[in-house]
């Protein structure tokens, strides 16, 4: 078994529009360590999202290769690749995405009647310390608590990696720390893979690692050796 969750060899996107060529990822080469909280930095249009994207299997590249421990995304097919996240990805993005009927319990029972070893809705949501709040729908939720409920439903089918887009962006900084706390956890208890955007780069100091892209490429990769908890974070 492998003990890295991400490997890439000269991963490339280009999208083309029209006449005209944009290139998003420019040759990156990037191992990613099992278990471990990975923040990508860079300025709007490094590169970030579109490598995450196709670490989670939402888009493909344009040449290059990519595997998630011993399987080799880009040579898997439309239905492997939805097979891939169903079972091992879970996504948070910066606006929550839930279901405005729904309830909190019932947002993450979406997910934990399709997966293969789900936790009940009310255990993922008391890992984030939401189980005073299973029935109260979106609306009578907080932005922190929203963004709380997207990570339970999230990490409710146990994944083995966890990708989160902004998931404080549209955050307060106290609101913010609560969900970063949640996403700590998560990272700690489960040894859940953890990669994060974010434009905020106070938040690198919570990380295992820190990956700044710039123009498609990666320019630098730092190691914490000391890590702050998210209440130390400066906002």
């Not at 909280?37 to 300025?43: C, D, E, H, I, Y």
């Not at 955007?197 to 700044?212: L, P």
Request: net charge negative; charged share 20%; with cysteine.
């Amino acid at each position: 078994m492998t003990n890295t969750a991400f490997r890439t060899e000269t991963l490339t996107k280009v999208y083309q529009t029209g006449d005209v060529a944009v290139h998003a990822l420019r040759g990156v080469d990037l191992t990613l360590p099992l278990g471990e909280m990975s923040v990508l930095l860079g300025a709007s249009g490094s590169g970030k999202s579109t490598l995450l994207n196709i670490l989670g299997g939402l888009d493909t590249a344009t040449s290059g290769r990519v595997w998630f421990e011993d399987m080799e995304l880009t040579a898997m097919g439309q239905a492997d690749l939805t097979r891939y996240r169903r079972d091992h990805v879970g996504f948070v993005f910066q606006f929550y995405n839930l279901v405005p009927s729904l309830t909190a319990r019932e947002n993450v029972a979406l997910v934990t009647e399709i997966a293969r070893d789900p936790m009940k809705p009310a255990d993922a949501l008391a890992r984030v310390g939401l189980e005073h709040r299973l029935d109260h729908f979106p609306a009578q939720l907080s932005g922190g608590e929203q963004q709380r409920v997207a990570i339970a439903r999230a990490i409710a089918k146990r994944p083995e990696i966890l990708l989160c887009d902004e998931p404080t962006g549209a955050l307060d900084s106290q609101t913010g720390i609560r969900v970063l706390e949640a996403l700590q956890h998560v990272n700690e208890e489960f040894g859940t893979t953890t990669v994060v955007i974010t434009h905020n780069v106070s938040i690198r100091k919570i990380a295992h690692r820190v990956i700044n892209l710039a123009d498609g490429r990666i320019v630098s990769e730092h190691v914490n050796t000391h890590r702050l908890q998210p209440s130390e974070v400066t906002w």
